[in-house]
């Protein structure tokens, strides 16, 4: 299997623009996980889905974010209108008790 | 609430061993360990369940104190590969998946 999909690796954007983040987990995963990582806050949970279902989105900051799995082999992260302050990197990980996470998206808000 | 690691750096030589320390003010039903080298994913090394066993992942080991809602992940021999940052994730929720709460790491750096 090759792993957690996530695109872009890198994604340069102004303030004020949507940005859409995807993944694609690994076959047979029923759990998928988005997090955020940045030098301050560390790694946080945005929102989890079960069998492509929503569970908990009480980590998504704000209004502008958004996520969504219509299917099994894919999810999105959108951001919109994106700030500054969004700049980290995004993982994305599948599985249950051991997540394997994506290589992530570097997400830059200038 | 994020649960606190310490030290938050260590620096030994190939074939010390270290110990890691994450701790919680919750009650705990899991702990997760993570290891993420500088510009990639975390990886997964292990999981200790509330009232499971200690865990061992080649030289690598952690407990799990339920009372003190604390775990330790124990390096021994440590290697050059061992290199990176260690993060534990907990749950207090009572589910073992990967809904996790981080800690905010521990840089371990090992030299030849």
């Known amino acids: 299997d090759a792993g957690v999909i996530q695109s872009p690796r890198h994604e340069v954007t102004e303030m004020g623009q949507e940005v859409t983040l995807r993944c694609k987990p690994i076959s047979g995963h029923d759990y998928l996980f988005w997090y955020r990582q940045t030098m301050m806050r560390g790694l946080e949970l945005l929102i989890y889905?079960?069998?492509?279902?929503?569970?908990?989105d009480s980590g998504m900051p704000e209004d502008r974010f958004s996520a969504k799995m219509p299917n099994a082999s894919f999810s999105t992260l959108k951001i919109q209108p994106s700030e500054p302050r969004d700049s980290a990197v995004y993982f994305c990980a599948s599985g249950g008790s051991e997540a394997f996470f994506g290589q992530g998206t570097r997400l830059t808000v200038v | 609430q994020q649960p606190v690691q310490s030290p938050q750096a260590v620096i030994l030589r190939e074939g010390e061993d270290a110990v890691i320390n994450c701790s919680s003010s919750k009650a705990l039903y899991s702990v997760h360990w993570y290891r993420q080298k500088h510009g990639e994913a975390p990886v997964f090394l292990m999981i200790?369940?509330?009232?499971?066993e200690q865990k061992g992942h080649e030289k690598i080991s952690a407990s799990f104190n339920e009372k003190k809602q604390q775990s330790s992940l124990y390096l021994t021999a440590s290697q050059l590969s061992y290199s990176g940052t260690y993060f534990c994730?907990?749950?207090?929720?009572?589910?073992?998946?990967?809904?996790?709460?981080f800690g905010q790491g521990t840089i371990l750096t090992v030299h030849p």
């Open positions: 200790l369940l509330k009232g499971g």
């Open positions: 994730g907990t749950d207090a929720g009572g589910t073992s998946y990967g809904k996790l709460t």
């Open positions: 889905f079960n069998n492509n279902v929503p569970i908990d």
